[in-house]
Structures are given as structure tokens and as C-alpha cells.
């Protein structure tokens, strides 16, 4: 056998090595593959599997994907890609009350979205767990034959209590030696309706003093009088995830089953239903194997998607894609891209150890890549007058700027100067504290991309609030023309000309939390919610945006990065959300 790489290589990606030594071993050479999921008489006949690798990615469809999905997926697509394997798409909906197609539609969205594919070697991998349900019923009908399952007809409290705990072994059910034949009429007559829910179930037969509690005798079928959003009311009864994640990977002929390391503990009952059902003959090898990787932690949001519907359900959110939503829907109408959420998971990279990982990252990730793409503008987002009071009245300069700093291919944008600016109202100060250099009377400012003024006073209303800021020009003073350098100033402001500027509506989003653990240590989240996580404002940008479609970004110099809101912005009205500041702290 070969020895495992060193765990460094590969970015720390330890399934990569593990993936390495299943090839060098070869442990999956001789798996075949039908094209189509199958038990092992379907695959039997099959040429070898072309794909090297097969991953799967199995969300529930009972609410939108999260963060921590997009790190499952990133992992499970990723790994296929890299390695000339497939991934399969694969809906885990054995679980009726609380699917349905709505989330089924938003999940391929979003993988979509991601830029990840579920088709390979020439079809398409879109698969159900309840396209499985006729094998998972007759393979719990061979389990009961073998003397491998039992129906239970205790009480749930009765089974609970019986379960013993981490320092108690547990004790047999009185139902545990009934015959085989017994409980397969019992099973028979579940299925068609006879029982009622909660008044028996199936149980594998293992061992009731296992030190795994998940190995003592647990359930693989309850009664569920329920519509299933695909199976209608086909069934009333249905396997519990257990039992029904290892089936639905062997018909899949996965040969990778990632998942999160709670799943760990099941391992052993996800290798003994697998091997019960391969002595069986229903399933052939080389089986899948589960490996576990640790969950992403994020700080300041809640990955899991119970507390997510609660956001939704209790209105604190307008809905799943909310911008303020760690969910793929709403970081996506927050203004991420795809490209930054795909940087972030690869640089959080892949551990065994539960860790939390800091929002910025997420932030930073997203810098890094809209950097490059957004082209940048002036926006005015608290809004107050500057006049100049020797520009006359009916004046304008036409002014320029590149759209990027650093990419001339991008061109120039062109906004007006006249004699009424918009400027923001923090940049004016009628006493200036220690170390201010913007606007304050007497001093010489830049107005970025214009001319050099000098403050004059301003006008106040009956509350002493700001309501109009006095300046002079100098007029041989216009960035890019020659001397224009010439005056120097320590301070530089953004503005827009009132003459040429959009009114925008802006969405100033800030985290949903203010504690870092919202929902830690079973806290209820409710507490700590930022009543301040969403400020709209009536803001002026530069006329350059007048031809932003929705989904556009832009950086507004100073401000950070803005997007058009896909659903509400429009050429009548634009709707601006802010995806995050900028890194720099803007200059005094
Ligand atoms: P929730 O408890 O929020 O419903 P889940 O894990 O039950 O989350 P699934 O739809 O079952 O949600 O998850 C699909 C896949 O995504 C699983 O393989 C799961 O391990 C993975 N996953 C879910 N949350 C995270 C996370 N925070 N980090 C990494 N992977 C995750
Ligand atoms: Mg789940």
C-alpha cells in the first residue's frame, strides 16, 4: 500500500490525499457503473466506470442553501473536477412534511449559480432519495428475512428510555426475538396503512450494549401518514436518513461520501447496513465510503436552515434572499459573485477541526475579487449642499475619470461640475477636530476629479443644523489640466454636481447579529439581533450610472461596493444594496 502524501500538500486538503491513495490502491478500479443508479444485479453486466471519482452533494429541500452548503459544494463539485469524476446532484427528500419543490428549485439555482455542473461522461446526475424507495423497502424486507431487522412495537418512550445512555448500556426490546416471518407481515402491513404512526417501528438488529448508541438497534422505518412533494401519498411509511443516505450512495456507485463531522458516530451503521445488504446480494463492492470533514462556522451568521425559516417565517428578513441572508439567494442579491464565494471556500481550505472562521474572510475574498471587475463612481450618500459662490449660476465644466484606476481598457466616465454640489455631510465641519483637513472655513480641499475650493462659511437652519456649505473655486485648479497641481491640499472629498446626479435609493446592510455566536450553546438568536442591520438612504450618484443594469456592481470611491438590486432596481428608480465597505479607511 502506498504511504499517504504529507498532510500539507494540496492546500490542506486532507480528502485529497485520501483520494490519492484510493487511486494509487485502486480501491475503486473495479467498480461498473450502468449509467444509471442501480443494485448490484443492474450494475453487474455494466462496463467499468469511467468516471474516477464519484462525490454527491444530498441537501434536504426544506430551505434554501446556506454558506456552509456552498463550502459542501465547492468541496464535493471541486473534488469531481479536479480529479475526472462526476458529482452527482442528489436531493436526500425522505423526510415528507417538510420538502417541497420550492427549495428544490431554489437549491439547483443556487449550484447552478455556483458554476457547478451535475452532468458527466454524457448524461446528467439529478437524482432522489425517493426514486429509491422500492429498493429501500425491499432491501428492509431482506434485512428482516436475514434476522438483521425487527419490528418494534413499544412505545417511542418506552424505546427511548430502553436506549440507556453514554454510561448505560441499553436493554432489548421484548419485541427484538420475534420471528422473522412475524415482522415481515408487521413490515407488510405498515406499509399498506394498517398501523398507526408512532405505534411501531423497524429497527436494525445490532447490539443494544453497543458504546455507540447509533449501533444500538436503531430505527430504519417509521409510519408517516404524509403527501411527499414528489411521491404523493404513495407511501405511509418512510426510511429514516440513517439507513437511507448509505443506500441511496451505494445505488449512486459513489465512491466518496463527504459530510459534515457529525456524521461521524454513524459511520459504523452507514459501513453496517451497506455490508448487510452486500451479503444480501442487493448491493455489490467496492462500496462507498463515508469520510467527514469539519462543518464551516461563520461568525455573526446562523448556518443552519431551521433558524434560517424562523428569520423568514417570523419576518425578521423580507424572505430567503434577503441581502442580509447568509443563504446563496440573498449573498447573491447582496452583490457576492459566485467567483468570491468559490475564493473564500477554497482558501478556508478543508480540516477534521471545528473551527469558526472570521466574516471578513468572506469580506476579504470578495474584495479581492471585485477589486478588478466593479467599475468605480462618486455617490453622495448623506447628502448636503455645496455652493460655489464664485461659479456662476448657469456654468459647467465637463469632467473625467477613469471607470478603473488600473485597467485603461475599461475607459472613462464624465460627469458635470456647476455651481451646486452634492457633498456628504460629515466633510464639512465648522470646527474642525484635531487633524481634519476637509471642508472648514478657511481651508483648501480637492474635490476629487474637480477643481480646488476653498470653504467659505455655510448656512445653518433655526436647530443650527448644516443646510447649505459656501466655497470658492480656483479655476485654474481642474484635475488633468496642466498646474492643476500646482495647490496643494491635505484633504480630498467626493461630490456629484446637483445639476447631473442621480437620485438613488441605497441599502446600507449591516451584520443581522451582534454577537459573534448568535445561536451558540443553544442561545436563542432573538437576542441578539442588530435593529440596525438595514438603513435606507436617499442618496445622489454620478450620472455614469444611469445605464446600471440590476445585478451591476460599482465601487463608489470611499464608500465600498454597491450592486443594483436584482429585484427592485429599475431604470426609474435605482436601488443600490451595499455589499460590503472598502478595506481602506477613507483619508482624513
Ligand atoms: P441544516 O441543519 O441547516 O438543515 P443540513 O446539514 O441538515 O443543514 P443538508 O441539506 O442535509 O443540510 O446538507 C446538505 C449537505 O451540506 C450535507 O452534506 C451537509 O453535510 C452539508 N452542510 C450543511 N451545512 C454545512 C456547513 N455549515 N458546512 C459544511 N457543510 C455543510
Ligand atoms: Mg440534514
Redesign the pocket.
Known amino acids: 500500500m502506498p504511504a499517504a502524501p504529507p498532510a500539507e500538500s494540496h492546500g490542506g486538503n486532507f480528502l485529497r490525499n485520501i483520494i490519492d491513495a484510493d487511486l494509487a490502491r485502486g480501491t475503486y478500479a473495479g467498480k461498473r457503473w450502468s449509467g444509471t443508479p442501480g443494485d448490484a444485479s443492474a450494475h453487474a453486466a455494466a462496463p467499468p466506470d469511467a468516471a474516477r471519482i464519484r462525490t454527491?452533494?444530498?441537501?434536504?429541500?426544506?430551505?434554501y442553501?446556506?454558506?456552509?452548503?456552498?463550502?459542501?459544494?465547492c468541496?464535493?463539485f471541486g473534488l469531481a473536477e479536479a480529479y475526472g469524476g462526476v458529482c452527482h446532484m442528489r436531493f436526500?427528500d425522505t423526510n415528507p412534511e417538510k420538502e417541497e419543490q420550492e427549495y428544490v428549485d431554489a437549491?439547483l439555482d443556487g449550484v447552478r449559480w455556483l458554476g457547478f455542473s451535475w452532468n458527466g461522461f454524457g448524461r446528467e446526475h439529478l437524482y432522489y432519495a425517493s426514486d429509491y424507495f422500492d429498493f429501500m423497502a425491499r432491501a428492509a424486507e431482506a434485512l428482516i428475512e436475514s434476522g438483521h431487522a425487527y419490528v418494534d412495537e413499544q412505545s417511542a418512550e418506552e424505546m427511548r428510555i430502553a436506549r440507556g445512555t453514554l454510561t448505560e448500556k441499553g436493554r432489548e426490546s421484548p419485541w427484538r426475538t420475534r420471528a422473522p416471518a412475524e415482522s415481515l407481515a408487521r413490515f407488510r402491513e405498515m406499509r399498506q396503512g394498517q398501523h398507526a404512526e408512532g405505534s411501531m417501528v423497524l429497527r436494525a438488529k445490532i447490539d443494544m450494549a453497543s458504546p455507540n448508541i447509533n449501533l444500538r438497534d436503531p430505527a430504519i422505518y417509521r409510519i408517516r401518514k404524509a403527501t411527499h412533494h414528489r411521491t404523493g401519498d404513495a407511501w405511509c411509511v418512510y426510511p429514516m436518513?440513517a439507513y437511507a443516505h448509505p443506500i441511496e450512495d451505494a445505488l449512486e456507485r459513489i465512491s466518496h461520501s463527504?459530510?459534515?463531522l457529525?456524521?461521524e458516530d454513524q459511520r459504523p451503521f452507514y459501513d453496517w447496513v451497506l455490508e448487510r445488504l452486500t451479503e444480501c446480494g442487493l448491493l455489490a463492492r467496492p462500496l462507498p465510503h463515508q469520510h467527514e470533514?469539519?462543518?464551516?462556522?461563520?461568525t455573526y451568521v446562523i448556518?443552519?436552515?431551521?433558524?434560517?425559516k424562523q428569520l423568514v417565517d417570523e419576518k425578521i428578513v423580507s424572505g430567503w434572499d434577503d441581502p442580509r441572508m447568509p443563504t446563496i439567494a440573498g449573498l447573491r442579491r447582496r452583490g457576492y459573485t459566485p467567483e468570491a464565494i468559490r475564493l473564500f471556500c477554497e482558501r478556508i481550505g478543508v480540516s477534521k477541526a471545528d473551527s469558526w472562521i472570521d466574516y471578513s474572510t468572506l469580506e476579504i475574498a470578495l474584495r479581492d475579487d471585485l477589486d478588478a471587475k466593479a467599475p468605480r463612481a462618486m455617490a453622495v450618500l448623506d447628502p448636503v449642499k455645496l455652493i460655489i459662490t464664485n461659479y456662476p449660476a448657469d456654468g459647467r465644466d465637463a469632467c473625467s475619470a477613469p471607470r478603473h484606476p488600473h485597467d485603461p481598457a475599461m475607459g472613462e466616465r464624465s460627469f458635470g461640475f456647476s455651481r451646486e454640489l452634492w457633498i456628504e455631510r460629515e466633510d464639512f465641519a465648522e470646527e474642525p477636530p484635531k487633524g481634519y483637513h476637509r471642508l472648514y472655513p478657511g481651508n483648501l480641499v480637492r474635490l476629487r476629479y474637480g477643481f480646488v475650493v476653498r470653504c467659505t462659511g455655510c448656512l445653518k437652519d433655526a436647530e443650527g443644523r448644516v443646510t447649505e456649505v459656501h466655497a470658492e473655486y480656483l479655476p485654474e485648479t481642474r484635475s488633468g489640466t496642466p498646474g492643476s497641481a500646482s495647490v496643494k491640499t491635505k484633504g480630498v472629498i467626493t461630490w456629484v454636481a446637483a445639476s447631473d446626479a442621480l437620485p438613488a435609493e441605497v441599502r446600507l446592510y449591516d451584520r443581522l447579529f451582534t454577537e459573534a455566536q448568535p445561536d451558540a450553546g443553544g442561545r436563542d438568536f432573538h437576542a441578539s439581533l442588530n435593529p440596525a442591520s438595514l438603513t435606507v438612504v436617499q442618496a445622489y450618484v454620478e450620472p455614469s450610472l444611469a445605464t446600471l443594469g440590476a445585478d451591476e456592481r460599482v465601487q463608489f470611491e470611499r464608500h465600498g461596493y454597491f450592486v443594483a438590486d436584482r429585484l427592485l432596481h429599475a431604470a426609474q428608480k435605482l436601488v443600490l444594496n451595499r455589499i460590503t465597505g472598502l478595506k481602506d479607511t477613507w483619508s482624513k
Open positions: 454527491r452533494f444530498p441537501p434536504e429541500p426544506n430551505g442553501l446556506h454558506i456552509g452548503h456552498a463550502k459542501s459544494i468541496l464535493n436526500d437549491i436518513y463527504i459530510c459534515t457529525e456524521f470533514f469539519a462543518r464551516l462556522n461563520l448556518t443552519s436552515k431551521r433558524k434560517l
